[in-house]
């Protein structure tokens, strides 16, 4: 057993707030141990990533901090402002959630960077120079050299992630803590991210924290793993044992709870049920198009390019079914499913409800069609008007399109949707700040429901929720479903949530479809390489398998969507090297009945 | 960075050029105006105007000859004084603005930042408190309040501040000796020195509460540093964009400031030119401030893509 | 829970479980009142405003009646005073340089510049918020060339217009309403405008047409009660900047005319006998600067109590 370098014991975080006291963490005590990854698992609320901030210092003017917290031997807690300056950057190192502002704007990557040298290890700039271009390299970031003189806001997230641990490595620290590193960032990048941890670790024998709120990363990557629940640690232990034989109840319902991607009907959970046979076509899509003129270029001569949101996906849509799309950003999903409901407007193609193309229709008629197209948003908070009680928010379909009904029956109708989605009807007078995340979902699936439409959209609507509240809140739109008897298009970057509810899947990339199927089709028999990559990069929280997974991993970020050369990312064979040359189309062949898979060059 | 700059430039021109084309109209529209047919003047004034107008031309053509006369500086004869122009009148009393008018900016930002930056740090202390009441004092109190005010306790009664007895005088410009532009120049600073200390508190709270300086935390950089490097840069953007109407405030203090401590700037040229109703140097008055505005934002718009490369690319 | 039993009792029954929701006007309401400084403010603002109702009948002097017998004399109160007003009479503010009584000038000074305040700003309101939810609302080409056009008049000393306005057409209370208006609505407008905008994108207003609501009633029930706080707040700060402009011009002499009188005459009048007869700058300024500290306590209080975040 190596030598613990981090040791914690009796750790409480408590702040001060205007309503009371808030209790953060409770009585921590763990260690870290040399070169080992130790996985803190835990949902919102959990104290997980106070746990650290308080540890090394970082917390916030509200926040007091007692106990004990050792860096080999040495106790952190009340050290001088000094001591602590001198250990936080070059022995124990923290990266934080979200790349997109953890990097300073007016400052190029390469200070950056070279801060951290030039501060703890008075290192000459020109040596300085030296080593930021080697640990940039160690963190794959290309033209390295060309890209410690670039800002910030010139890089992508995924980019800027690797930015942010190349500051955190350059000293060659004992500790990194990173507190969801990952979580903001697609699910290929972060293969990449994770990849590039461990790497690190081989070689610069660091010990890894790594706090995430997902298991399937915890497996991936962790030797140990503690489980965190309300500011407690309420089970530690090695990672086989906290997979396998978790003893904590709140630890197995958390495994229950998190979807896997290659098992849907994992535990006992409600998944989309049998083929749809015989139904009629609701919907059909044609080629559908959105474009939006991005101008670029110089002031006098600006040119105006056509970014191309969606460009030429056609799908159609039975009675009952559900179509799961998935893509990660940028491929066009949101778009998609905005411009089927007629929320924005299309370019070209066609979409044809119950045989009506939707183009043609006048206004009045449009709105009397939205009462069979509805849509569940990714935000609970901000897609329900803060000045409006809920039971106001969820009668508005309802009396947009039955001006006729009284009052007492729309509160009728209303109290029995909120009892349907496990809302207590008494707190129809309630605010939606006055709810959870989870509650104010189902508010929103009330909204969506109360017309019995016909066709539901679902766009990210799980993805702000924590796991165990998103699987409550997932059940509840398949049961819903099948009761209603309605069509779905569920979009989700979540591949493992989109296995368990959809009957067939379409994979997005830049606007087009690379592959479509039936679920089981999809997720066991993928041909595309996109679509590939894909699976292979999202963690299963099993560590056996995530250790014997090969990895097949898409090296570099998404390319930009305006460069004409980045839909033969797949198809290099046809690429002419021109970014405003008009390409080769890569066309969408049926390789199986049912199985769609867009042209690409042999893997 | 070069179309930027560009695109700035181009776009304080159609500015400029809205604001000369107003004034003319303007002043041809006024009653009892240089252009109002029934008014009585003394022959010399009616002939320098009428020889400076071109009234006997059609309208559009003594539009063009404005420009071309505003190209070369020429505002036309003062309306009321029979021997000076416009141009003239403005050339003597701008170097006494220009002098109180920077000294006042200029301390006000270093001040204002300082106090604002200041209480930011001490946030919710005595000296954030302190600091911010200060503040509303200044901004609410009128400069032609402070300034007899001021006046009264330096000027007349003279303060005895350890054991020296400090006296100002009470106006008069004076070559602009030191003693006599103390008062004017805090006068004018102190409404800025507020709103500018108010600006920077809050945009430096925020910047402090970011991820990037919690990031520069988390690397062990010692608080000056974290402040010096980090967050300062930051937390001036918006004050950039405040000087603009920094300035104008500055100008419009002026006013009030020149007419009490009897300074012969632009200002008292202005308040009596109206008071007069000499409409061709209030006119010219109006162009030259209103270019020094624009010319002020410009250099602002400059600055802030200075501070702030994410702005360059546009 | 839904009751087994029909008819009206069981509604009775749901409506008394039902329970009442926190609305965040409540919310910001209850806010505003634990804002100590706020409620001095609003209590000091009423009484002021109460004094300048009632200014007939809180003096025997009438506002304009000069007295040759006590030119410039103080109250009987005032320190080191050579100068006492012992008429008989009651000048509790003591006189000015025509003898008339200071108290009663300073209440009808308070008439005219919070009346200034008041109806410039709402001229401002009006213009500011039709301006600027035209433009949030339409979007796109329109909005940007009125807030083009908003950000060219922004970069004018716009007082210097107004002055200008003054002079050409002879001072009257009507054109001091309209000129000082026109000069605050620019602030307005923006602020408006950017909140329509940034509620426009909000999802729930995507919600609203997903269901089917017409635009108007969108605006109606969506946009209009989310952008009314921050307006309210400016509104209140806008007032004091108003009647700081009107004083502002009243010193330079161009603002309210004889016989009527408003504070900033009052404060210019006794910038010019500082010396001799201080108190004739003191009691306006004093007020003046009561009132416009109590708007921008106030004003401050609300902001906070409608979008409270970490001060």
Known sequence: MSTPIFQVRDFNVRFHTPDGEVHAVKNANFDVHEGETLGVVGESGSGKSQLFLGAIGLIAGNGTVTGSVKYRGEELIGATQNRLNALRGSKITMIFQDPLTSLTPHMTIGTQVMEALRIHQRVPPAEAERRSIEILELVRIPEARRRMRQYPHELSGGMRQRVMIAMATVCGPDLLIADEPTTALDVTVQAQILDIMRDLQKELKTAIVMVSHDMGVIAGIAHRVQVMRNGEIVESGDVDKIFYEPQHAYTKALLNAMPRIDDPRHAGHLAASEAIVKAETLLTVNDLQVRFPIRTGGVLFPQVKDLRAVDGVSFSLLQGETLGVVGESGCGKSTLARAVLKLVPKSDGAVVWLGRDMGTLSDPDLRRLRKDLQIVFQDPLASLDPRMTIGHSISEPLKAQQPHLTRAQVREQVRDMMARVGLEPGWINRYPHEFSGGQNQRVGIARAMIVRPRLVVCDEAVSALDVSIQSQIVGLILKLQQEFGMAMIFISHDLSVVRQVSHRVMVLYLGRVVEMADRDTIYRDARHPYTRALIRAVPVPDPKLERAKARLILTGDLPSPLDSRAQLTFMKSRMIDDPDAVQYRPRLLEVAPGHLVAEHDPV | MLSYAIRRILGAVPTLFIIVTLTFFMMRLAPGGPFDSARRLPPEIEHNIKAAYNLDKPVYQQYLIYLDDLAHFDLGPSFKNKDFSVSQLIATGLPVSAEIGISAMIIAILLGTGLGTLAALKQNKASDYGVMSLAMAGITIPTFVTAPVLTLIFGVYGLNLFGYEITLPVGGWNGGAFHNIILPVTVLALPQIAIISRLVRGSMIEVLHSNYVRTARAKGLPNHLVVWRHALRAALLPLVSYLGPAVAGVLTGSLVVEQIFGLPGIGRYFVQGALNRDYTLVMGVVIAYATLVIVMNLVADLLYAVLDPRVRFD | ?311
Not at chain 3, 10 to 30: C, T
Not at chain 3, 231 to 243: A, C, K, M, N
């Open chain 3, 1 to 311: 829970m839904v009751t087994p039993f029909s008819g009206g009792k069981a509604e009775l029954i749901e409506q008394a479980q039902e329970v009442q929701g926190r609305s965040l006007w409540v919310d910001a309401r209850r806010r505003l009142f634990r804002n100590k400084a706020a409620m001095a403010s609003i209590v000091l603002l009423g009484a002021i405003a109460l004094m300048a109702i009632l200014a007939p009948l809180l003096s025997a002097y009438s506002f304009d009646a000069q007295d040759y017998n006590v030119v410039s004399c103080s109250p009987d109160w005032w320190p080191d005073s050579t100068v006492i007003c012992n008429a008989g009479g009651t000048h509790w503010f003591g006189t000015d340089y025509l003898g008339r009584d200071l108290f009663v000038r300073v209440l009808y000074g308070a008439r005219v510049s919070l009346t200034v305040g008041l109806v410039a700003t709402l001229v401002s309101l009006l213009i500011g918020v039709a301006y600027g939810a035209v433009a949030g609302f339409l979007g796109g080409r329109i909005d940007e060339f009125m807030m083009r056009f908003v950000d060219v008049l922004y970069s004018l000393p716009f007082i210097f217009f107004v002055i200008i306005l003054m002079v050409i057409f002879h001072r009257s209370l009507f054109l001091l309403f309209i000129a000082i208006g026109a000069v605050e609505w620019l602030t307005m407008a923006r602020i408006v405008r950017g909140q329509t905008l940034s509620i426009k994108q909000k999802e729930f207003i995507e919600a609203a047409r997903a269901a089917g609501v017409g635009t108007f009633s969108i605006i109606r029930r969506h946009v209009i009660p989310n952008v009314v706080g921050p307006v309210i707040v400016y509104v209140t700060l806008t007032i004091p900047s108003v009647i700081l402009a009107e004083s502002f011009l009243s010193f330079l002499g161009l603002g309210v005319q004889e016989p009527l009188t408003s504070w900033g005459v009052l404060i210019s009048d006794g910038a010019n006998q500082l010396e001799t007869a201080p108190w004739m700058l003191v009691f306006p300024a004093v007020f003046m600067a009561i009132t416009l500290f109590c708007f921008n306590f106030i004003g401050d209080g609300l902001r906070d109590a409608l979008d409270p975040k970490d001060r």
